[in-house]
């Protein structure tokens, strides 16, 4: 006689696809988790990376705005490194790393590579690796130039007074010779007292016009009074002099100072002085000198390199003439330090299709 399914019987086939169902539920349920779990970690991955990335180049950026004044005694192209920079950021950290892979040779410009490697320290999950990102790129040195067409030039005349001293525009390098005394034809050159002229070639540039003086002076005073031409390494007030103890240190210094401002001491460089100046003593300076009003010098001071005065004319305001005042003090062109101190306005020039955003850390 035939026997149907006990009730027993189906009360434990029932349970047992009930508890398969659950099995096979929770593990779909515990793979997708998993899966969403993975989708969530690589996505922040990829956005920790995007941010170092970020990181790296925003350090890389900084850097080239002015890598001379970013490391302290970077003097291309006969600096080799490497050194290091260290930005930091809310975020985490960069170093920049720059070092000359190639000396310059005949023609060829020395070329340096650059490496920014930043580090995402914030928002990251217990025991995993910190975000990092290398943007490198590879780059030469371009040198700053300056033409100097004298060794004093003055947009609003020069007054001299007596005969001692020294306006020279012969080289104190041994290169070409430039103008003693460079100004417009009016007010032009003046000298109160004494024999002594200006030396050069030739010994007085009368330039023109008070437009063709101006059209001949080829500094872009209104970007470096409006901040976008210059960037100094230390700038008054609120700044501190420099030691100069670093021998290749020929830093910008700039001065927004109203009224007169007095040199403190030596120095080297390019000293910007907004409105007047005024060198007493035996001070010594060594580079450019540019002045948007006068320079007064007294004493026995020495400038070595091109001194431009009056750059205010080029704003359109009125400029009195500048004095070199008593005593014997020395204006002397050198071409070498022009040059020393016009290096500080290059910069690492980009070379083209050689970036790299995955560069191995180092």
Not at 26 to 37: E, F, K, Q
Not at 125 to 146: C, H, I, K, N, S
Request: hydrophobic share 40%; glycine share 12%; aromatic share 8%.
């Amino acid at each position: 006689m035939h026997r149907g399914i006990s009730r027993g019987s189906r009360k434990g086939a029932a349970l047992a696809i009930s508890l398969f169902l659950i099995v096979v539920l929770s593990a779909t349920a515990a793979a997708a988790l998993s899966m969403v779990g993975s989708e969530r970690r690589f996505v922040d991955d990829q956005e920790a990376a995007a941010e170092a990335h970020a990181m790296a180049r925003s350090a890389y950026d900084q850097f080239m705005a002015n890598p001379v004044v970013a490391l302290a005694g970077f003097a291309p192209p006969t600096w080799t490194g490497p050194d290091s920079v260290y930005y930091a950021f809310s975020d985490g950290y960069a170093w920049v790393r720059v070092q000359r892979i190639r000396p310059a040779v005949l023609d060829t410009a020395a070329i340096y590579l650059v490496r920014s490697r930043a580090v995402r320290t914030i928002e990251r999950p217990v025991l995993t690796p910190v975000a990092e990102r290398v943007f490198a790129q590879y780059a030469t040195w371009d040198e700053g130039t300056m033409s100097a067409n004298a060794a004093w030039v003055s947009l609003s005349g020069l007054q001299k007074t007596g005969g001692a001293g020294t306006l020279s525009g012969t080289d104190n390098c041994g290169g070409t010779p430039v103008a003693g005394v460079a100004v417009p034809n009016v007010p032009g050159y003046t000298q109160a007292g004494g024999t002594s002229v200006p030396a050069g070639s030739p010994p007085i540039l009368n330039m023109g016009t008070q437009a063709q003086a101006n059209a001949a002076v080829t500094i872009n005073w209104a970007g470096i009074v409006g901040g976008t031409a210059l960037a100094p390494a230390v700038k008054f007030p609120g700044g501190s002099w420099p030691s100069f103890s670093d021998p290749n240190y020929w830093p910008i210094i700039y001065v927004d100072q109203a009224g007169d401002w007095s040199l403190p001491g030596d120095g080297r460089g390019t000293l910007v002085v907004r409105n007047n100046l005024t060198i007493g003593g035996s001070v010594q300076w060594r580079g450019i000198i540019l002045v948007g009003g006068t320079l007064t010098s007294n004493g026995n001071n020495t400038v070595n390199g091109s001194v431009v005065t009056g750059l205010n004319v080029l704003l359109g305001q009125s400029v009195p003439a500048s004095s070199l005042g008593n005593g014997s003090k020395t204006f002397q062109y050198n071409s070498c330090d022009v040059a020393a101190a016009a290096n500080s306005f290059g910069g690492l020039a980009p070379l083209r299709n050689t970036s790299a955003d995955n560069w191995p850390s180092y």
